[in-house]
């Protein structure tokens, strides 16, 4: 799970530390770097979870080394805190790999890739055109994260009168008064990055449905976060007031907070995709079900489906296996077992690879596919960006809030540093 909530929640911000690498040691080759040909070694970064473990990786590119006689894939753990901190590391030691997963382009990371547009493969892969940078292909992944879910306790809705999950927001917090008087705490939050990621998965329907270029708005100051995301910064205050969320949720790490909403403490849990796996793993003694965030009272419903791109691959420019390299990203992103394994593994989704899932899991694909549109979420990607660092400034000030700033202070807070990075 880790894995995935640095990729919604601050993968962006890796961009900035290659700023300074990209000057250092080897740095890139645009020569065509097919020297080596269809065979040898091709060197490829990726994330360690405990689930997505090197183990798991070298079986994952077994068929393909053994459709491709003399290619050895060599999978590379990171050696700083992620593949965010080790990719620089390398690039400044002139040892970049040939393949890397998990980050996504960006306008630092794009002279540094090779670009992907003219390979006809890549128009059928999820995400694809969202993820294009000034409309160039860098970046294809195997499948989806549908960010703005709510996964809730269905044994406590009854128990609480409530016959449907709310529709928007109004609804959502009136049902949070009668879940606190059923004895559950409505809403499960923790410290950490939980805090602010939740407040931005569940504004992603309303603010996509009043602004659907909201971050092309906010980059040409049209609009400001804070002006757009002050009424949910009040009725967040309001809940933190009221007992529908922990006032000591700092405190929480997301491991006990997610052990006390499945062992039936708590109602509700705003989380990402990711969170089927860990959820049906622990086996609830109660029926889990999930359903879209709420939108604003008056808005439609369902609305735009925050969505991040799982499981990211780009080949660097500077490789010297460029064919082989491509090939080998193509396979992981189109070919049928390769790519179920993937989204297997990591509690990932695509449209067209529902048959293996379970009842939560389709659920949540249905949730998907019946979302009017698919947007960006926190820092963004592709052309939907907001400056790096912003998941995590944003993550402070929300967290503010349950130490007695006010909801007027965190919008101020926020616009300040978007201020301070124009």
């Given at each position: 799970m880790a894995r995935s909530?640095?990729?919604?929640?601050?993968?962006?911000?890796?961009?900035?530390?290659?700023?300074?690498?990209?000057?250092?040691?080897?740095?890139?080759?645009?020569?065509?770097?097919?020297?080596?040909?269809?065979?040898?070694?091709?060197?490829?970064?990726?994330?360690?979870?405990?689930?997505?473990?090197?183990?798991?990786?070298?079986?994952?590119?077994?068929?393909?080394?053994?459709?491709?006689?003399?290619?050895?894939?060599?999978?590379?753990?990171?050696?700083?805190?992620?593949?965010?901190?080790?990719?620089?590391?390398?690039?400044?030691?002139?040892?970049?790999?040939?393949?890397?997963?998990?980050?996504?382009?960006?306008?630092?990371?794009?002279?540094?890739?090779?670009?992907?547009?003219?390979?006809?493969?890549?128009?059928?892969?999820?995400?694809?055109?969202?993820?294009?940078?000034?409309?160039?292909?860098?970046?294809?992944?195997?499948?989806?994260?549908?960010?703005?879910?709510?996964?809730?306790?269905?044994?406590?809705?009854?128990?609480?009168?409530?016959?449907?999950?709310?529709?928007?927001?109004?609804?959502?917090?009136?049902?949070?008064?009668?879940?606190?008087?059923?004895?559950?705490?409505?809403?499960?939050?923790?410290?950490?990055?939980?805090?602010?990621?939740?407040?931005?998965?569940?504004?992603?329907?309303?603010?996509?449905?009043?602004?659907?270029?909201?971050?092309?708005?906010?980059?040409?100051?049209?609009?400001?976060?804070?002006q757009t995301m002050l009424p949910l910064l009040e009725r967040y205050e309001s809940w933190i007031k009221n007992g529908y969320v922990d006032k000591n949720a700092l405190g929480l790490d997301d491991v006990n907070a997610q052990t006390s909403f499945l062992t039936g403490k708590s109602a509700m849990y705003i989380m990402g995709s990711w969170f089927v796996r860990t959820a049906e793993s622990q086996k609830p003694t109660f029926d889990l079900g999930v359903f879209a965030a709420p939108t604003e009272a008056g808005q439609p419903y369902p609305g735009p489906q925050g969505v991040t791109m799982a499981a990211p691959y780009m080949v660097l420019k500077s490789t010297k296996q460029r064919d082989l390299a491509v090939k080998l990203v193509q396979w992981m992103v189109t070919d049928e077992k390769a790519v179920q394994s993937q989204l297997k593994q990591d509690g990932n989704f695509r449209k067209g690879f529902a048959d293996e899932l379970t009842p939560l899991g389709k659920q949540v694909q249905d949730i998907l596919d019946q979302a009017p549109k698919h947007v960006a979420q926190g820092e963004g990607y592709g052309a939907n960006t907001l400056p790096g660092g912003f998941n995590g400034e944003w993550n402070k000030a929300v967290q503010s809030l349950y130490t007695g700033k006010s909801a007027a202070d965190v919008a101020k807070r926020i616009d300040s540093w978007m201020g301070s990075k124009s």
């Open positions: 909530v640095r990729r919604s929640f601050g993968v962006v911000a890796a961009a900035a530390i290659l700023v300074g690498a990209a000057g250092c040691g080897g740095g890139f080759s645009d020569d065509g770097g097919s020297a080596g040909g269809p065979t040898g070694e091709v060197r490829m970064l990726v994330n360690i979870t405990p689930n997505l473990t090197k183990g798991y990786w070298e079986e994952l590119v077994k068929p393909f080394e053994e459709a491709n006689p003399g290619v050895d894939v060599k999978i590379e753990a990171p050696t700083g805190q992620g593949v965010k901190d080790t990719l620089p590391q390398l690039l400044a030691a002139g040892n970049a790999p040939d393949v890397v997963e998990t980050l996504m382009v960006d306008k630092t990371l794009a002279p540094q890739m090779l670009e992907l547009t003219d390979q006809a493969w890549t128009k059928d892969t999820p995400l694809v055109e969202q993820a294009a940078l000034d409309s160039k292909v860098y970046t294809v992944g195997v499948g989806q994260q549908a960010q703005s879910l709510v996964f809730y306790n269905k044994d406590a809705f009854a128990k609480a009168g409530i016959s449907e999950p709310p529709k928007n927001l109004d609804e959502l917090t009136a049902a949070m008064g009668k879940l606190k008087a059923a004895g559950y705490l409505p809403l499960q939050t923790a410290g950490d990055y939980v805090t602010g990621l939740q407040l931005l998965q569940l504004s992603d329907p309303s603010i996509a449905t009043k602004h659907p270029d909201w971050y092309q708005q906010v980059n040409s100051k049209q609009l400001t976060v804070g």
